[in-house]
């Protein structure tokens, strides 16, 4: 099932982070998801006033896999995870079971033709 | 090399006071992000993915050895250790936070560092040959030019705000290794037949989705006018350039749309009215420039290296990073040493603080402190004795970074791409490195010879895709990563656009496609072409038809 979560990057850091009641965290896995639009609208423009906390907040499509969240877009994947050519940097680098989730299931074509393997990792 | 004089200094030490001061009062709030971007990105400070990316100048791609030394100070300070020289000759940090940002920019300043027109549509940073200063084959030393194209484009009040980014390229031998006819203005040093100084003026290159070779408006311009002129292109693009579409606000649509013949009577015409006395470098200032680059104590030796040629016959893997990264130099007994930052398996253009710390070890030990960065993302020691190549050959190889593969296959350039960039489509760098790993055997790679490939992950063509001899470009279908082919490209003085292949490939078949491309050239060449003459002469179908056989 499709659910959305509300991503931005930090403003002191710029690490990547995402919205949990009303405020940010570093790791999908303990994003706030939203199935709901009003509810989704609502805490947009929250996180659109945190000005001096992070920059443009915006939503994404996630799918469920294994009970975590997977970024539907290979994009939003590589923020989630870090840089495919450097495994060492980024999110991934923390590990976690959402990171393995993301990482697992980082080839589940869910937006488009289904392919397998879209984010090969080293 | 060039030293910044008192106002450089003081120029420098005031941008990052005022950048302190910018950032303090975003993260106050007094400065919404909407009024505070342009500011951070005129000190070229993105947003990329995962961090804040800092785009550090590096003036016509020379750097001195203190100057590296600090850049890999800010690499182990503030960010990852590593930093990744780009084909705009500068170097960009990947994790940069906003707080460290205006330390970074004042540990610059105290180097002559900055950067300044690293974003933004202004002029940017210009591209020099590499080999500028150290090859017989120049006319003049572009970097004196380049120097005085930086003195008068910094902080130009007219030209801070163009209609979008702009470009210029110096180059001054017969083989271009600035690709100056994919820049705004390409200038080629030359001189005419009672002995002038002059350039050979082109204008309208660039990449990006609409790619355009530069036209000569200008055959031989005299160099002592050249800022005068630059003001009168400049000036001609400030009023007539669009600003309506930025896909169609570089100067290479207005010169397409107007013709080149038009563009030059317009800029004529402008420059006509210009007084030159005013905006021309004086002699005495040129002069000055001319000395700083003019200060190096060449030995008097002999043009062979009876120790170099030894140490090559014990040693064959020396004999053939000579054979691929030692160029010649204007003086006898000296070597141009290139170093390539493409060690198959690594990323193109990366270098980690012990590298640079290293490099600027050997460029102190053996090159009079200097070090260039090259449009290929790769450094350059300019000046070597051939009897110390061996040696730095060997200090190459302690740090990892000895390969002997200059302009050969695993040479790719790359940039960035979805790994890092907020612009991409797809990623580069896997690409690159799949591509290599099929090249890395360097006997393989000697006997495929001379091909460029080049790889960028958007239309942006920060990975000059449309001039590799095979182009390769990341494009998004449907959510997936896709890859277009172009072949024939070039960016050298025999400069063309390529042409493309076919259909996108999926990221599994790139690499093998190159594979196939390549087997095509070594079948259909004839004695001494490169994979481009080869392309050249037979066109596109033999290698179409190898590509694409399994899916007809």
């Known amino acids: 099932m499709t659910q959305v979560v509300i991503t931005a990057n930090s403003l002191l850091e710029g690490d990547v982070v995402f919205w949990a009641a009303g405020g940010w965290v570093e790791a999908l896995a303990d994003a706030e998801r939203f199935d709901d639009g009003r509810a989704l609208d609502a805490a947009l423009e929250t996180a659109k006033r945190q000005v001096v906390a992070v920059i443009d907040p915006y939503a994404i499509d996630i799918v469920i896999e294994g009970g975590q969240p997977v970024p539907a877009s290979y994009r939003e994947r590589i923020r989630a995870l870090g840089p495919s050519t450097h495994l060492e940097h980024g999110k991934q680098a923390v590990g976690g079971a959402g990171v393995e989730a993301i990482a697992a299931h980082a080839g589940a074509g869910v937006r488009s033709s289904g392919r397998l393997g879209l984010i090969r990792r080293k | ?552």
């Open chain 2, 1 to 552: 090399m060039y030293r910044y004089d008192a106002i450089d200094a003081a120029i420098l030490a005031d941008r990052a006071a005022e950048f302190r001061d910018q950032v303090s009062r975003r993260l106050s709030g007094e400065l919404s992000e909407d009024q505070f971007k342009p500011l951070r990105l005129m000190n070229g400070l993105y947003l990329q993915l995962h961090a804040y990316m800092l785009r550090v100048a590096i003036p016509y791609g020379t750097l001195s050895a203190d100057q590296l030394r600090r850049l890999a100070l800010i690499a182990r300070r503030f960010d990852k250790g590593f930093g990744h020289f780009t084909t705009r000759t500068n170097i960009q940090f990947n994790w940069i936070k906003l707080k460290d940002a205006p330390d970074i920019l004042d540990s610059l300043a105290e180097v002559g560092l900055h950067a300044i027109q690293t974003s933004g549509n202004c002029i940017r940073n210009t591209t020099a040959d590499p080999y500028a200063g150290a090859t017989a084959e120049e006319i003049d030393d572009p970097r004196v030019w380049s120097e005085a194209i930086r003195q008068w484009s910094t902080l130009h009040p007219e030209f801070t705000y163009l209609p979008r980014k702009f470009k210029i390229a110096v180059t001054a031998a017969a083989k271009d290794r600035t690709a100056a006819k994919v820049h705004d203005i390409g200038l080629k040093l030359r001189r005419s037949r009672d002995g002038e100084l002059g350039f050979e003026v082109m204008v309208g290159g660039g990449m990006g989705r609409t790619p355009y070779l530069g036209q000569t408006i200008r055959e031989h311009l005299p160099a002592r006018h050249l800022l005068s002129y630059l003001t009168a292109i400049l000036r001609t693009y400030n009023r007539l350039g669009r600003r309506d579409n930025i896909y169609k606000a570089r100067i290479k649509i207005l010169v397409a749309s107007l013709g080149a013949e038009a563009f030059g009577r317009e800029v004529e015409a402008e420059w006509a009215e210009l007084d030159h006395a005013r905006i021309d470098l004086p002699d005495l200032e040129l002069a000055r420039i001319r000395a700083d680059f003019n200060d190096l104590p060449f030995e008097a030796l002999a043009p062979v290296s009876p120790a170099l040629n030894a140490a090559k016959a014990a040693d064959p893997s020396l004999a053939r990073f000579v054979r691929n990264n030692v160029a010649a130099h204007k003086v006898a007994g000296y070597g141009i040493v290139n170093i390539s930052l493409k060690t198959p398996g690594d990323v193109p253009g990366d270098c980690n603080a012990d590298q640079m710390d290293a490099i600027a070890a050997l460029a102190d030990a053996y090159g009079f402190g200097e070090i260039r960065v090259t449009h290929a993302q790769n450094l350059v020691l300019p000046h070597v004795k051939l009897d110390d190549v061996a040696a730095v050959h060997a200090g190459l190889k302690e740090i990892g970074l000895a390969t002997a593969n200059i302009d050969l296959a695993s040479d790719i350039i790359a940039c960035p791409g979805l790994d890092f960039c907020a612009l991409a489509n797809a990623r580069a760098i896997p690409i690159a490195q799949a591509i290599a790993a099929r090249f890395a055997d360097p006997v393989t790679a000697e006997a495929v010879g001379e091909l460029k490939i080049k790889i960028s992950g958007c239309i942006n063509a920060c990975g000059h895709h449309h001039v590799g001899h095979i182009g390769i470009l990341g494009v998004d279908k449907k959510g997936e990563e896709f890859y277009q082919l172009t072949l024939g490209g070039s960016g050298a003085e025999d400069a063309s656009l390529g042409d493309v292949l076919g259909p996108a490939l999926s990221a599994d078949r790139v690499a093998p496609s190159v594979d196939q491309l390549v087997d095509v050239y070594l079948r259909e060449r004839s004695p001494g072409e490169r994979f481009l003459d080869t392309y050249r002469r037979v066109g596109l179908t033999p290698f179409k038809a190898a590509v694409y056989a399994e899916a007809v």
